[in-house]
């Protein structure tokens, strides 16, 4: 792992006319780290983790840099996407829904297959294939490979089976060696549910949040989550941790107040984020 920051090279913007208008400066400004090279990011938690990775991924792919995501458990196999023309703004999600950013992913098994794809700006997302049709971890030998070659990795580090907040168990969530910095992500749509509603892994957090699985959830909880060794914090160790609060627009209030609460606890980097799609394209509040 790259302990300098100083030891990274910058990259070089490569505009493009289908991003003039997009807020490049306010995204890199709450993370900073997509202009540089040679980063492993691990994405953890629940509540948005795949939109926002494809988020980032596809700024990143608009401006010239060599994107590659994978996964240490599983992560949804993308559809079809290695010989369409695609404007990245509207892709089937889950369920039948609409989730952008995602159009321009395409499954790959070798990393030989990434300049390929990198030249016609997709998403390579490499995986071995399951029976249930989705991806899991690729050999270590043969995603280590793709690493190298990357300007910038996405690494899926756990799941939450759709719901907005989780506690992890002992085998969660996966960090490779390689990767520096950490996004964990919450939904603030988790306040004022249950454990049992909103938490994946509800009994792992009973005891700790000092509740039943019927407590309602408020901000302290999920701050606690995230900020605990035991919840989303849990083996980050000395890499970088940015916080993502997902779904605000569900409750505006509680996000702000949340991450009031996380910044009066010492939590360096909280973003404020909502997706969902209000027949504009969908947005990041920064």
């Known amino acids: 792992m790259i302990q300098n920051r100083n030891e990274y090279k910058k990259i070089k913007n490569d505009k493009t006319e289908n991003d003039k208008n997009e807020n490049w400066s306010s995204i890199t400004k709450a993370f900073p780290f997509l202009e540089e090279r040679g980063h492993v990011v691990s994405i953890a938690g629940a509540g948005g983790k795949t939109t926002l990775m494809y988020f980032l991924a596809k700024h990143c792919v608009m401006r010239g840099i060599r994107v590659l995501v994978s996964t240490t458990t599983h992560i949804r196999k993308p559809t079809d996407n290695k010989s369409k023309e695609t404007d990245g703004n509207v892709c089937l999600g889950k369920g039948g829904g609409v989730l952008s950013f995602e159009s321009e992913a395409v499954w790959i098994k070798e990393a030989t297959e990434l300049d390929r794809f990198w030249e016609m700006k997709k998403i390579p997302v490499m995986g071995i294939e399951e029976p249930d049709g989705k991806l899991t971890m690729p ?102 941790y940015y916080i993502v609060l997902n779904k605000c627009y569900s409750d505006i209030d509680s996000a702000k107040e949340l991450r009031n609460i996380l910044r009066q606890s010492g939590a360096r980097s909280v973003v404020m984020t909502d997706f969902t799609d209000r027949g504009e394209k969908m947005q990041c509040i920064l």
């Open 139 to 240: 050999k270590r030998d043969r995603l280590a490979e793709a690493i190298r070659k990357a300007d910038l990795v996405f690494l899926e580090a756990d799941g939450a089976r759709q719901m907005p907040c989780k506690a992890p168990n002992n085998t969660e969530p996966v960090f490779l060696d390689e990767s520096d910095i950490v996004i964990a992500v919450l939904g603030v749509d988790a306040v004022g549910k249950t454990l049992s509603e909103a938490c994946f892994r509800a009994e792992l957090a009973v005891e700790r949040l000092h509740g039943g699985m019927d407590h309602q959830l408020e901000t302290s909880d999920l701050a606690t989550l995230l900020l605990a060794e035991w919840g989303t914090r849990k083996g980050v160790g000395g890499r970088d």
